[in-house]
């Protein structure tokens, strides 16, 4: 048991942290709360329940999930992904039903990581999860456009299609003053940036458009006309358990569970390759578990790690979980001290904040790189895309991993008979006298979304022990996106180690692949070699200048 939960505090505590780190990880946990507060907010309006329960989410999940995690530096609370999910709950169940399927959430988060499960990350390839992102960013905007403009429509429907039409139908009741509250929330986040790096500009919106809306009276819904006042205390709820009942809640809580787990362990798959480290998945769903079955009881929503205030820890100097447990603590004084002035917000400010938190989210720059690429791949991307928003979020991640599996299988029956040929190209060579500052790594076999994150991390680790990497490509006879990316972000940090990797034994459909992703520029093509022997000499000769 203890192998596979091993909350990260205990171990830094235990092995001693420095009084300069402690300091720096207190104001980076004040500067992401800052950033966590009207994130917060917004992701609870645009999930249809109250703007506390974002808050709230964020104090006691953001606590638990910093103090049990598995990652140094991951920041937990309510997250973009979730209010597609959220938004159909409510409507289907109402909060008691949100409450229940968010509790037997965190029991699946916390089996998955007692069963080992957190390398099942792995099997979901990567265009799938930019498919789905994608669309839960597309969704968002959609939900915000009602607030944006300022139209009086008093329910929103669930079907994207249908949003729109009634969009349309209101066209002409447009608030000019929302309109206008909304573009200049956007520009405020976008350009705040160039001014101060150190208050998130989302912050610097809410206080600015707020104050000006208070003081000229002017005509907007607030978050006080909306759902009322915000109150500034934390209680216990127990909801109501039909267990007759309980069946219907699973498909919803095995829902949140994925895309929980999936969403926190790539936002400390991220944090790792910021600060250089590796963080304990099995732990970390445990964490995340834990924190979903209790924030429930005392109103919150499901909560995950959040890779943009993660991010915004690292870069603020965070580097244990005490920044994370930090920044909850702050945001339980602003609740506690400044909660009553949180109802004068414009839901205009909110809806700006969402609008380039999905455009952030929507992953554009991915999504057309893979539209460049395998055709299987865009298989994958736009049918997990296009379930997402017109149809379901569960029904696109179970189409995507199916869809994923089965082009596999075709992909590997295509290139089948063509292997041995390619492979004699390049003879086993004996790696005796080979200078001791270079590594060889050989990859047996196609790499694709399975065994991807295992490759990039063996790559990883190998490259640095040398000088110089050499990648035996010879026996890879094709390569998913999914490989693309992990692949090119393994390059870029051995490169900003000072490695230097080679590749040798590339079949002509591989380089294709690795010119459409920018990775032959990324090594340089004089570093990509036909044969291993070539690839050889080339190492030796860069050692010696």
């Known amino acids: 048991m203890t192998k596979i939960f091993q909350p990260k505090l205990f171990s830094l505590f235990k092995n001693g942290i420095s009084k300069e780190q402690i300091i720096s990880d207190i104001f980076s946990g004040i500067i992401v709360g800052i950033v966590a507060l009207p994130l917060a907010i917004a992701f609870a309006v645009a999930s249809g329940v109250a703007p506390q329960m974002g808050l709230i989410t964020a104090i006691i999940a953001g606590f638990l999930i910093s103090f049990l995690g598995g990652s140094r530096v991951q920041i937990g609370g309510p997250t973009g992904a979730f209010v597609v999910i ?20 965190g029991v699946f988060l916390v089996l998955f990581g007692l069963l080992r499960l957190g390398s099942l ?33 008093e ?11 009634l969009y349309l139908a209101n066209i002409l009741d447009i608030n000019l003053y929302a309109l206008a509250i909304t573009a200049t929330t956007i520009l405020i986040v976008l350009f705040s940036k160039h001014i101060t790096t150190k208050v998130p500009g989302s912050f610097i919106a809410i206080i600015l458009i707020t104050a000006v809306v208070s003081f000229a009276g002017i005509p907007v819904t607030t978050i006080e006309s909306f759902f009322g006042t915000i109150p500034n205390d934390i209680s216990f709820h127990m909801p109501t358990l039909d267990f007759s009942n309980l069946g219907m809640y699973i498909a919803p809580a095995l829902t949140i569970a994925l895309l929980g787990g999936i969403e926190s362990l790539l936002s400390a798959v991220v944090a790792d390759g910021m600060i250089g480290t590796n963080h304990r998945s099995n732990t970390e769903l445990i964490a995340q ?40 603590v702050t945001l339980l ?5 400044f909660a009553d002035l949180a109802k004068h917000i414009p839901m205009a400010a909110l809806a700006g904040i969402l609008i380039v938190v999905a455009y952030n989210m929507s992953e554009w720059r991915s999504f057309v790189s893979i539209l460049r690429g395998s055709p299987f791949d865009i298989v994958v991307l736009l049918a997990t895309f296009f379930l997402t928003v017109m149809v379901d979020l569960t029904i696109a991640i179970e189409v995507g991993v199916v869809l994923s599996s089965l082009l596999f299988m075709k992909r590997m029956a295509d290139i089948g008979t063509k292997l041995p040929k390619e492979m004699e190209s390049d003879s086993i060579e004996n790696y005796a006298d080979i200078p001791q500052d270079i590594s060889i790594y050989e990859i ?8 991807a994150k295992q490759y990039a991390q063996t790559i990883k680790e190998i490259g640095f022990s040398s000088k110089i990497l050499i990648i035996r490509m010879r026996y890879v006879p094709f390569i998913d996106s999914t490989a693309l990316h992990n692949l090119e972000e393994t390059i870029k940090i051995l490169k900003n180690a000072g ?34 022997v070539q690839a050889l000499e080339h190492a030796k000769s860069k050692l010696n200048n």
């Open 86 to 105: 959220i938004y159909a709950l409510v409507e289907q169940y109402g909060i008691e039903g949100l409450m229940i399927s968010t509790i037997m959430a």
């Open 444 to 451: 047996g076999g196609p790499l694709f979304f399975a065994s």
């Open 121 to 153: 990350l792995r099997y979901f390839p990567h265009p799938l999860v930019v498919g789905f992102t994608s669309g839960i960013a597309v969704v968002i905007f959609s939900t915000q456009i009602k607030d944006a403009l300022g139209l009086h429509i």
């Open 499 to 532: 490695v230097i990797v080679l590749m040798s034994g590339v079949n002509n459909e591989v380089y294709k692949d690795l010119k459409k992703y920018h990775i032959v520029s990324l090594l340089g093509e004089t570093n990509i070699l036909k044969t291993f």
């Open 333 to 337: 004084l602003i609740m506690l001290l």
């Open 289 to 328: 578990g834990v924190a979903n079955i209790v924030t429930p009881f005392f109103g919150g929503i499901p909560a995950t790690g959040a890779i943009a205030r993660t991010a915004t820890n690292v870069k603020n100097g965070g580097r244990t979980p005490i920044a994370g447990i930090v920044h909850a």
């Open 155 to 165: 329910k929103l429907p669930s079907e994207f299609l249908e949003k729109w039409q």
